[in-house]
């Protein structure tokens, strides 16, 4: 017998995990696409046990995951959030299959920042990672309109001073062979923060790519626009280290 707590109705169930609308999911249930331990469902609010029925839309299995979690390698001129109206946004370059009710991009890419976008229906996690509290760690790669200088390490490491109000959390930064390009890590995620910190030492950010969170890092096999789902072994690696 199907434990009453674990219980949803057929047609949320639907609307969840296949990223449909309720309206949608009742119309499936309606021609008759739908089937749950291999008979028809007739209602649509038929309760069923997401952890043991076996459910079936239009021929195909759909498999019950409480949460999802996808990495996507965010293209210039899309934005992060969940709409906007004028601008594409991260969730509409996601395929149909991995679209669900609830999913959100945890933690913003400016829209002219390319790289790791972490989304999921997972509030408490992206919590976690996105706390400065929990000293995440953040790591982009930054093309500079000035070569960057060797003074820069102490400055981000004491934990600098942007826009004369604004206080960091110690950052570092690692200057390439060409000193125009750096890799910058850094363990919350103020408002353009990258950018600021950048101006704040009298240079310019020309162009961002998010790398890595935690040490979760962007799957060289993503062209831009591209994702896929992050494994539950891999969600580890997100917070599980944190800068010294």
Do not use: W
């Amino acid at each position: 017998m199907a434990d009453k707590n674990k219980t949803m109705r057929i047609d949320k169930f639907l609307s969840n995990q296949l990223g449909i609308s309720r309206t949608d999911a009742k119309e499936l249930i309606k021609k008759r696409l739908v089937t749950v331990n291999g008979a028809a469902v007739k209602f649509f609010d038929m309760k069923i046990d997401p952890g043991s029925d076996r459910i079936i839309s239009e021929g195909r299995e759909v498999v019950y995951r409480e949460h999802i979690y996808i990495m996507l390698n965010k293209p210039q001129g899309v934005v992060c959030s969940t709409k906007d109206g004028l601008s594409k946004t991260v969730l509409e370059l996601l395929p149909t299959e991995l679209l669900r009710d609830g999913l959100f991009p945890a933690g913003r890419l400016d829209k002219d920042t390319e790289g790791f976008v972490f989304i999921t229906d997972d509030g408490a996690l992206a919590h976690k990672i996105l706390s400065p509290k929990s000293h995440v760690e953040k790591l982009y790669f930054a093309r500079l309109e000035k070569p960057a200088e060797e003074g820069y390490k102490d400055i981000f490491a004491s934990g600098m001073e942007i826009d004369g109000r604004d206080i960091c959390l110690p950052a570092k930064i690692e200057i390439c062979d060409d000193p125009h390009e750096v890799y910058i890590s850094i363990k919350e995620g103020m408002y353009h923060q990258v950018k600021r910190m950048a101006e704040a030492v009298g240079n310019r950010v020309i162009y961002l790519k998010r790398l890595k969170i935690g040490e979760l890092a962007l799957d060289e096999n993503l062209a831009p626009g591209e994702c896929r789902e992050i494994m539950h072994k891999e969600v580890e690696k997100l917070y599980t280290k944190f800068m010294p």
